[in-house]
């Protein structure tokens, strides 16, 4: 540079410095919005990516989660065929008396149900019914009874139970004694 003349060199550091200015420019208008539309791209990408591998495994397990809703499905009729359906009377009239039959208690009164809202378990697709069910027997013949009865229906409790000495034919000095409960019935609703 030193053997070139002054206006020649002046012009070539101004040709250079324009070049580095204008490459520059090129680099900060052009070069890095492009680069950053590159990244934002490779992000989208990556994330559709990853969603698709999402459904792709969704998609597979598809046939697996069908499998599983089937066999809840009848699962769920099997404990199903339990639960009162239809007329509530005849249903509860029916299946007391059955299962009353093996034990020596005396049962004359089933009361007649009251159908109501659950009030044991909140958002239950189901209803329920209040059966009053007296009569009388020895201590360990209810006490078998009652204990057998909630093993034996799920969906059904024996709540408010109230025991008192007999008062019946048998006179003051028996041992029996007189029972009082209330029965609590899951109703399935019709569809």
Do not use: C
């Not at 680099?27 to 990244?39: K, V």
């Amino acid at each position: 540079m030193k053997r070139l003349p002054p206006a020649k060199r002046n012009m070539l550091i101004v040709v250079i410095i324009a070049t580095a200015g204008l490459i520059g420019l090129i680099y900060i208008f052009l070069i890095l919005p492009q680069n950053a539309n590159n990244r934002k791209l490779a992000s989208d990408t990556k994330a559709a990516k990853a969603k698709w591998e999402q459904y792709k495994t969704v998609i597979k397990q598809s046939s697996n989660t069908a499998k599983m809703v089937e066999e809840v499905t009848a699962e769920l009729k099997l404990t199903e065929k339990d639960v009162a359906s239809g007329d509530i009377y005849s249903w509860t009239y029916d299946t007391l008396r059955r299962f009353k039959a093996d034990y020596r208690l005396e049962i004359p009164t089933i009361g007649q149900p009251a159908v109501e809202e659950v009030d044991l378990l909140p958002g239950v697709p189901y209803k329920q019914a209040r059966i009053i069910l007296s009569g009388s027997g020895y201590f360990h013949d209810i006490g078998k009874f009652l204990a057998d009865f909630e093993n034996t229906f799920p969906h059904m409790r024996i709540v408010n139970l109230k025991i008192d000495p007999y008062t019946g034919a048998a006179g003051a000095g028996s041992e029996k004694l007189s029972f009082r409960t209330e029965v609590v019935v899951l109703v399935k609703p019709n569809p």
